[in-house]
T-cell receptor, first 111, second 115 residues
């Protein structure tokens, strides 16, 4: 089945810094979604992208649907301690039947 | 709205026992998903329902796993017999519509430990 790759696997940043992470696939995706998971909880949807080239913001978060349809990017500006968690990209496969999650990027914010 | 409700939150059982996990989706949501999360395999979709009908169960690991959705407000995931390798966090999620079925709302999960 289709697989998603995320980089970096983990990152440590200082509070106030900007963060960038990305998600890639070997095949085309028609929808990209970004979720965040806090420890002990279920993932929470951050941003959904439906069109190649689309750039969407949600507060300090901005995500882009890559033009090639094989990648997506998530940026967080001016990080704060509550940004700590695991960020997942996800999307439906070409047939829209299966829904896959990437392995996640673990973000740690140092005060 | 109460969000997606899962029970129990934690379950510890012995190998060979039957385990039943329960989920109440958000009222009015047409889609319901069951996932399993482990360190080794990450988040895996097991099965999903649309309007109480199973659409794709290709992610269900084997015949020991079964899922039902008898009505729009309740679903179960059953493992019989359970094995230690089934230890994981199981999430239920629901989404509201045909146009955006992937914008899912997750429950808090059930942490299953099989000894």
């Amino acid at each position: 089945g289709q697989q998603l790759n995320q980089s970096p696997q983990s990152m440590f940043i200082q509070e106030g810094e900007d963060v960038s992470m990305n998600c890639t696939s070997s095949s085309i995706f028609n929808t990209w979604l970004w979720y965040k998971q806090d420890p002990g909880e279920g993932p929470v949807l951050l941003i959904a992208l439906y069109k190649a080239g689309e750039l969407t913001s949600n507060g300090r978060l901005t995500a882009q649907f890559g033009i090639t349809r094989k990648d997506s990017f998530l940026n967080i500006s001016a990080s704060i301690p509550s940004d700590v968690g695991i960020y997942f990209c996800a999307g439906p496969d070409n047939y829209g039947q299966n829904f896959v999650f990437g392995p996640g990027t673990r973000l740690s914010v140092l005060p | 709205d109460a969000g997606v409700i899962q029970s129990p939150r934690h379950e510890v059982t012995e190998m060979g026992q039957e385990v039943t996990l329960r989920c109440k989706p958000i009222s009015g949501h047409d889609y319901l998903f069951w996932y399993r999360q482990t360190m080794m395999r990450g988040l895996e979709l097991l099965i999903y329902f649309n309007n109480n009908v199973p659409i794709d169960d290709s992610g269900m690991p084997e015949d020991r796993f079964s899922a039902k959705m008898p009505n729009a407000s309740f679903s179960t995931l059953k493992i019989q017999p359970s094995e230690p390798r089934d230890s994981a966090v199981y999430f239920c999620a629901s989404s509201p519509s045909d146009t955006r079925p992937y914008e899912q709302y997750f429950g808090p999960g059930t942490r299953l430990t099989v000894t």
